[in-house]
T-cell receptor
Framework: GEDVEQSLFLSVREGDSSVINCTYT??????LYWYKQEPGAGLQLLTY?????DMKQDQRLTVLLNKKDKHLSLRIADTQTGDSAIYFC????????????FGQGTTLQVKP | EPEVTQTPSHQVTQMGQEVILRCVPI?????FYWYRQILGQKVEFLVS????????KSEIFDDQFSVERPDGSNFTLKIRSTKLEDSAMYFC???????????FGQGTRLTVV
């Protein structure tokens, strides 16, 4: 079945890089996503990558995709206290109805 | 910037009562979704809706749940007879014709007492 797993917690110092990891099971996933959830807020789409790409960079964000290992990562350069949030990895479901399968979220704590 | 809006932000209801959660998707979007997140658990897919019909639903989306797009702008989720275990944050989302970028609302926290 379709499943997405993430580590639950990451703590970094302000200014350091953060790397949040995710593994997924469905090798036919066409798109993989990163969403951000700040306290009391909804899910904000940060970035996504098409499965035929290895890397995508968008300002401070770098997404790496290892399709062979079904591993996705999000690197945040120069992490700021405002980056403290829960980060969700998600894959596009194989049914092609737009359904997303989410991981359990990684809480990123940024210490000043 | 266009956004998905949900009302109310918090709803408290008694077990057995019907609730309707409301969403206004982004205006030119064609695909609509409901997800839920029980406290401390994953965000779970409930249902997708396209061309005025359900395109996919999960096992969670049983006969107690229904969705409707009553007037071309709103998208609602109805729970007929709420149970304690329906307490969760419910998120509405929408995507455009490409169906690859889903934008989420801020959620409705449903508390069943």
């Amino acid at each position: 079945g379709e499943d997405v797993e993430q580590s639950l917690f990451l703590s970094v110092r302000e200014g350091d890089s953060s790397v949040i990891n995710c593994t997924y099971t469905d090798s036919s996933s066409t798109y993989l996503y990163w969403y951000k959830q700040e306290p009391g807020a909804g899910l904000q789409l940060l970035t996504y990558i098409f499965s035929n790409m290895d890397m995508k960079q968008d300002q401070r964000l770098t997404v790496l995709l290892n399709k062979k290992d079904k591993h996705l990562s999000l690197r945040i350069a120069d992490t700021q206290t405002g980056d403290s949030a829960i980060y969700f990895c998600a894959e596009y479901g194989s049914s092609n109805t737009g359904k997303l399968i989410f991981g359990q979220g990684t809480t990123l704590q940024v210490k000043p | 910037e266009p956004e998905v809006t949900q009302t109310p932000s918090h709803q408290v209801t008694q077990m057995g009562q019907e609730v309707i959660l409301r969403c206004v998707p982004i205006s030119n979007h064609l695909y609509f979704y409901w997800y839920r997140q029980i406290l401390g658990q994953k965000v779970e897919f409930l249902v997708s809706f396209y061309n005025n019909e359900i395109s996919e639903k999960s096992e969670i989306f049983d006969d107690q749940f229904s969705v409707e797009r009553p007037d071309g702008s709103n998208f609602t989720l109805k729970i007929r007879s709420t149970k304690l275990e329906d307490s969760a944050m419910y998120f509405c989302a929408s995507s455009d014709e490409g169906n690859t970028e889903a934008f989420f609302g801020q959620g409705t926290r449903l508390t069943v007492v």
